[in-house]
DNA sequence: TAAAAAAATCTAAACGTTTATTCGGTGTAG
DNA sequence: CTACACCGAATAAACGTTTAGATTTTTTTA
C-alpha cells in the first residue's frame, strides 16, 4: 500500500515564501497578520485540502478541541437524545466527543474513569452510574484544571456545575395532575433508590399528597430498576395488595409502559378506572394503547446546556460553576382520564 | 484557580534515576528492558497515577488510539445498538470512540467528512447518509493510509470492508413467511429508494414472489421516509387503492407501527385479516398491539464485528478487504395470522 | 527628517513522547 | 587473553505545531 506523506505547516510556509509562525497564526487568530497575507494562506491550504496536524497543535497549545461524555447507556431514548444535543452543541463551536459508555456497571465506570486521558480532553460531561467514591477522583480531576459539568445523574457533595430537569417539580405536576382528575390512591413506582433523580421524583411525588391533603400509603411505592418488565412486575405486586391503588406515576415510561400491559392484561380500563403517568416522553408513549400521558424530559436541552456550560468553563477556567435546572412540561394523552 | 502542572516521563525518569528512553520501553513493548527495571517503572506510575500524554504519545508515533464513528442518527434504535457494539469492542481493545452525527443531513456529512481530522484518528467507521460524491473523498482518505470500514449503509462503488446484515435474505423470509401465512396481496412499504438496502429488501420481496409464483402489483410498492407518520400515511395510501393489499411487509419497525395505527383506526383485524410485519426487532415491537412480528436486525453484532475488521485493518495496513454479511432472523409475534 | 509607534513577520524554544542508533559492561568462545 | 556477541540502558533526533520575544518594515508624529 502506497500511501504519499502528507505535508505540514513547514511545506506550505516554504512555498509561500513566508515563516511557519506566519501560517501558523494566519490559520488561527489573525492576530497581527496581515489580511493579505492570511488570504493567501487561507486559499493554499484549501487548495492543497491541509488540515493541521491536531496532535501537535493540542501538544503545543494544550487544547485538543475534544470533551469526553461519560454515559451509563446508550441505548435509550433518553441518553441518546441528550448526546443529540451534546453533539448538536459541540459540533456549531468546533468540538468533537469522546464517548464512553458504562453500561451502568459502578466496576466499570471507575476503571473507565480512572483510566480517562484527562491529556486528549479539554473537559468533561459525566452522567454518574452511582453516588460512588469516584467522587473523589473526579475532584482531582477537576483541581488539577480539567473542567466537568455533571448532568441527569449528578453527585450531590460535589461542588461543580450540574444540569438536571427539575424532577422534583415534573413529579409533583405529575402528581397533583392525577389527583385533580379524581385518582386518589396514588402508587409510585420507583428506580433504584440511590439514584438523586429517583430521590427528587419521590420528593415530588410525596409533597403532592401533602399539599393536596391526600393521604398517602407507604406500600404505594415501589422501588426497582428502569425496565419494561420492572413496570409490569410491579404493577402486579401492587395489584394483588389487599387495596391496590387507582393509579400509578412511574419513574419513567418504559416502566409506566409495562404497567399499562399489565393492567390490560388484568382488563382494567387505563384512562379510565385507573391512570397512569410516566417520565420521559418515549417515542413508545404513542405506541402503547391508550397512548401514555406523561411529563416530558428535556433530553435534548440538557444535552445542549451541558454542552455550552462546558465550553464556557474551558474557554474561562475562572468561569463559577452554576446549576441549571430544566422544566418538564406535563404531555396530556389517554392513559389518564380526561374529565 | 491553582492547578498543579503534572509530570511527565521525563520526572518519572528522573525519580528513578534511568533515561526516559528506558521508562518509555518500560511502559509499553517491554523490548530490550530488564524485567526488574519495568517493574520499578510500572509501580512508580502506578503510585502517582501517571499517565502518558495522549498527544505527545500520538505525534511521535503516530497512533491515536482513537476509532471515528460516522453515522446519520443517534435517536434510533438501530444505530444506538451499533454504537453499543462498537464502544464493546473498542473498550475492549483499548480505543477510544469519537462520535459524528450527520442528522441524515448530506450537507452536513459532507462538510463533515471534508473536515474530519484524520490526524487525530486511526481508522473510521462509517455508516453514510447518501451514496453521494463523498465516495471520492472517502477514497482519498482511504489512499492516505486511513482504514475505513462501512457498515449499514455502504457504498457499492468503493472497494473497501464492508459490515452489513442481510437485507435481502429478510426480506425473503419476510415474504415468504407472509405468503404461506396465506396472504396473497401483499405491499412493501420501502425506505428512500437510493439507499442501499433500501434496494436489497424491494430484491428480496420481489425475488420471494418470483420464486413463490404468486403475481406482483406495481402499486403495492411505495418509496418515502423512515418515519412512525411516513407507515402511517403509505398504509392509508394503500387501503385506498382500488384493491388494497392484505399484507404489509415494512422496512422498518417504526413504519410497521405507523402501518398498524392506521389499520386499526380503520378496524382493519391485525394479524388476521392482515398481515404486518417488520424489520429490526425494535422495542417497541413489543409496545404495539398486536405485538409485531419482525426481522431481528444484528445490530450490535454489526457494531462489534465492524469495530474488530476495522481494528484488524489498522493493524495490519496490507489486511485485504472483506465483505461480511450477518444474517438477522424472524421473530413470531401476533401480527401476521400464525396458523 | 528623525524619533517613536505600530504593524507584520521571523526566530527559536518549547510541548512530551517515540525510536533508531550508540554505548558500556558482562559473559563466552577460541 | 583477546575478540565477539549480547543484553540493558542512554543519547539524541524526530514528530508538527504554538507562541514568546526579537527583528524588520511601515506609518505616524513632532
Known sequence: MVMKKSFGIK??????GISVSTVSRALRDAYDVNPETKKRVIELTEKLNFK????AS????????NIGVVIPFITNYYFS?????IQEEAYNQGYNIILYVTNDDIEREKKLIENIATSSLDGLLISISSNSHIVEHFETMMRSGLPIVFFDRVPQQIQAS?????DFDGAYQATTYLIEKGYDRIAHIAGPS?????????????????DCKVP?????VIFSGFGQSHGFDDTNALLSLPQPPNAIFAVNDRKAVGAIQALNQACIRVGQDFGVIGFTNDPISTVIE???????????EIGRQSCQLLIRHIKNKDFEPREILIPGRLIERQSVRSD
Chains 1, 2 share one sequence.
Do not use: W
Not at 11 to 16: G, R, V
Not at 52 to 55: S, T
Not at 81 to 85: C, L
Open 11 to 16: 511545506d506550505i510556509a516554504k512555498m509561500l
Open 52 to 55: 493541521l496536524n491536531k496532535n
Open 58 to 65: 493540542a501538544l503545543a497549545s494544550g487544547n485538543t478541541k
Open 81 to 85: 437524545t441528550v448526546i443529540s444535543g
Open 162 to 166: 450540574k444540569v438536571v430537569q427539575s
Open 194 to 210: 440511590e439514584l438523586s433523580f429517583t430521590q427528587e421524583r419521590l420528593r415530588g411525588y410525596l409533597q403532592a399528597h401533602t
Open 216 to 220: 398517602h400509603h407507604k406500600e404505594y
Open 290 to 300: 391508550p397512548n401514555l400521558t406523561t411529563i416530558e424530559e428535556p433530553a435534548f
